[in-house]
Every structure is written in C-alpha cells, then in structure tokens.
C-alpha cells in the first residue's frame, strides 16, 4: 500500500495533487474497514546495544550479566482490537527470589515497567505507574507531527515497512541535556495505529524501533480478524494526571532528592 504513497514526493503540478487526495481518500477509507473488525496479539523482544565494561569490577560485571541474562525474559505483549490496545510487560512464571529481583531491575534498565493504554477514538495513551503503592495514570495525547516519515523502506520478517524518525531532546540523571534519535519502521500491511509503549498513532502497526540504545522488535504476530479480542482498560483507582503536572511533580521529587542526599553527604 505504501508504494501508492512513494511517488507523492515527486509530485508538483496542480491536477496531480487532486489525484493524490483521491488516492489517499480511497486508501483510509481501506485502512477503516480493515481496522474494524481486526484484533490480535503482538510479542515483542527488547535489547540494548552492547556497552564496554572493561572499567566495572568483578562484582558489577557479575550483577550486570545477571540482570542481562533476565533481560532475555522480558516478553513484551501488545493486544489490540478496533478501538484500543494494551502494552506490558509479561513476568514468568517460577522466578526465584534472586532472579526476580534481577528481572525488576532488567525492567526499570529497559524501560518496561509500565503499563499502556491506547485509545484510538481518543487518540491519547495512558500510562500507568506504579509509585510507592500509589497508582498513577499519566495521559498524553499522540502526534506524530514531530515525526518525519521517509521514503526509505526495508524488509523486516515478512513485511515491507518504512522509516520514521525524530530526535528528541531530554535530561539525564545527571542534568546533562542530551540528544537522542529515536526511529521507527512500521509497515502497512497492517493497517493499524498500534505499536509498543508509546510508539502509536502510525499509519501502519509498529514492526521495530530503535530508541536511543534500546532496540525494541516483533517476535511474533497473531491476528483474529474477528475482533473478540479482550483488552484490559486502565485501573479505576489511580490518580490521573496530565503528562505536564506528571513532569512536574517528577522535577520537584528530583529537587528534595538531591536535597536529601547533598544533607546525608555533608554528616559522612
């Protein structure tokens, strides 16, 4: 569907754009009556691009291997139906106590300790934290008008997808302000807004994305075009907070932090 899309880059003349409307009038008209009835499940893998630990000693390296080798189980589910989908992230079964508490500390490493809620008809996600035993839902709307999409497409498994891309700008725990380019190849053989965390709002389900040093990809893709697929909805209790007072109570929790710790190093 999307070789219709890849000369429209080319095209200038007036009678031309008239035919692109039609064209891309006729394909959403496509992509809504396949979306109506589709719902599935999509499995997920996440790895991170390999660093050098040559400086850490014995013991981290040991810790870090440990919380890389649970890392392996992190199993990533996104279901769908035609309104909505949830994302999270499956726990296995018969963990010890050890390596449960690697495969937390592998979740918060990887960026998997949230639950998503996506709302097509609302075009907002929510996502769900848990902080201190105090359920929050922080809701942000989807755009991708920030996104650039590109011409350049490859083949992933079974699929042709194409590349979009952004850099976003952000500040690390060290309050040093970084660049980072997130990217991402969708594919619309399957005509879905869908994808990983908050990767949605694409003409096309999600295939891969590589965030910064996260790589996140489709291990496998079950379609029930039935659409009885059950999707869970976001906690009734929780407190709901809009994506800016969550910012902002994360910065003024980062402040007493610091506090905090400059007073503890002061008495040492």
Request: hydrophobic share 35%; proline share 3%.
């Amino acid at each position: 569907m999307y070789n219709i899309l890849k000369p429209l880059f080319l095209i200038k003349s007036k009678n031309q754009k008239i035919i692109i409307i039609c064209i891309l009038f006729s394909m959403n008209n496509l992509f809504e009556s396949y979306s109506q009835n589709i719902s599935g499940l999509v499995t997920y893998s996440i790895h991170m691009k390999k660093k050098d630990y040559k400086n850490k000693s014995q013991k981290v390296k040991k810790i870090i291997d440990g919380v890389n080798n649970q890392a392996e189980n992190l199993n990533l589910l996104l279901s769908f139906n035609k309104e909505k989908s949830f994302f999270t992230c499956i726990e296995p079964m018969h963990l010890n106590k050890k390596e449960k508490i690697l495969f937390n500390i592998a979740k918060a490493k990887y960026k998997v300790y949230l639950n998503y809620y996506f709302s097509l008809r609302e075009r907002e996600y929510i996502e769900e934290i848990d902080l201190g035993g105090d359920i929050f839902l922080i809701k942000r709307k989807t755009n991708i008008k920030d996104w650039k999409l590109t011409n350049e497409f490859k083949k992933i498994g079974n699929y042709i997808c194409y590349k979009a891309v952004r850099n976003i700008t952000f500040t690390n725990w060290k309050k040093e302000v970084k660049v980072k380019e997130q990217v991402v190849w969708f594919t619309q053989s399957i005509p879905i807004a869908y994808g990983p965390m908050g990767f949605v709002g694409f003409p096309g389900l999600v295939i891969k994305v590589n965030d910064g040093e996260l790589i996140y990809e489709v291990k496998r893709i079950e379609l029930d075009t039935k659409g009885k697929n059950i999707i869970k909805s976001p906690p009734v209790k929780g407190i709901i907070l809009s994506q800016e007072s969550y910012e902002e109570m994360t910065r003024n929790s980062s402040a007493i932090l610091n506090k905090k710790m400059k007073k503890r190093s002061r008495f040492k």
